[in-house]
């Protein structure tokens, strides 16, 4: 129990990283896990997009302090938008991650054909290069929104 006017020492964050260099990166549908990633063929994926029950899932692959809150911003096919992020645990590390209603409004960010950047605070800018897949993904995962039609009572 601490004292009035005393404040209890907490971990300090950890430091800011680079923003790493996206000249050759792609978004490509991971073979085993029905997410789209984005970041260089060969390497560990710098964000990836996932459908949950028609939530869209954005993670962003690098350390995060453990429990901290942040807001993901994303600029690019004349949108601005900020989007809430936590760290979540993966297994034993934390990661960014966020989830948002696919037929959100907001996600026009992505949804477009141009580039988009990416920036989380602290942990880098990312520039996701110009493609079609982010857009096709959600709207894929917002179709799981939409109740299927009910069809004409017969008139008999």
């Known amino acids: 129990m601490s004292r009035p006017g005393v404040v ?9 990283i680079d923003s790493p260099d996206t000249e050759d990166a792609a978004w490509a549908m991971s073979e085993t896990s029905g997410r789209l990633l984005y970041g260089k063929p060969g390497h560990a994926p710098l964000l990836s997009l996932a459908c949950e029950d028609g939530m869209l899932v954005y993670t962003r692959y690098v ?12 600029i690019g096919n004349g949108h601005v938008e900020r989007l809430w992020i936590d760290a979540e645990q993966d297994d034993e590390r934390w990661l960014w991650r966020g989830r948002l209603a696919a037929d959100d ?43 299927p039609p009910v069809p004409p009572e017969d008139p008999a």
Request: proline letters at 12%; charged letters at 20%; a neutral charge.
């Open 63 to 74: 350390a995060a302090d453990p429990n901290a809150k942040a807001v993901l911003a994303l």
């Open 8 to 16: 209890e020492e907490r971990a300090a964050p950890a430091k800011p």
């Open 105 to 147: 409004p907001r996600l026009e960010v992505l949804t477009g054909p141009r580039r988009v950047e990416a920036t989380v605070p602290g942990a880098g800018s990312v520039t996701l290069n110009a493609s079609r897949a982010p857009g096709e993904f959600i709207t894929a995962c917002a179709a799981e929104l939409t109740p």
